[in-house]
């Protein structure tokens, strides 16, 4: 079981740091559109851009989130923390909806935490001579 949370902590990293590459394009896009705005021709489409512009920040800075929270759920993973699992499986809950590639990993991740075995490395270690 874990070298199924390694190379899970592996895939969440990677879906971070995707997540985040993605946050941070669609910024610099938001940054683009809003430098429109200050050439002569921004006056006559000053809403498209500010719409433009304001939904790619909001994607943007929700990639961003999303990214750091896969790569911190990750990094709990890898230490094997109880706050890691919990993590996970919520991330792996809204990762299904996400097709195809977060489907298969919130499946995974599911499959390897809600397991006996999975819960059992999370557990905290029982104390001896008790």
Do not use: C, D
Request: no cysteine.
């Amino acid at each position: 079981m874990e070298r199924h949370i390694g190379l899970l902590a592996i895939l969440n990293s990677l879906w971070g740091a995707l997540a985040m590459l993605v946050g941070v394009s669609m910024l610099l896009l938001s940054a683009g559109a809003m430098a429109i705005l200050v050439a002569p021709e921004g006056r006559t489409v000053g809403f498209a851009v500010g719409l433009t512009a304001g939904t790619f920040a909001v994607i943007g800075i929700f990639s961003v989130l999303w990214g750091g929270a896969h790569l911190w759920a990750a990094a709990r993973l890898r230490r094997h923390h109880a706050s890691g699992r919990v993590l996970a499986l919520g991330l792996a809950v809204v990762n299904l909806l996400i097709l195809p590639f977060g489907t298969a990993l919130g499946i995974y991740a599911m499959w390897v935490l809600l397991t006996n075995e999975g819960r059992r490395v999370f557990e905290p270690p029982i104390a001896a001579g008790r």
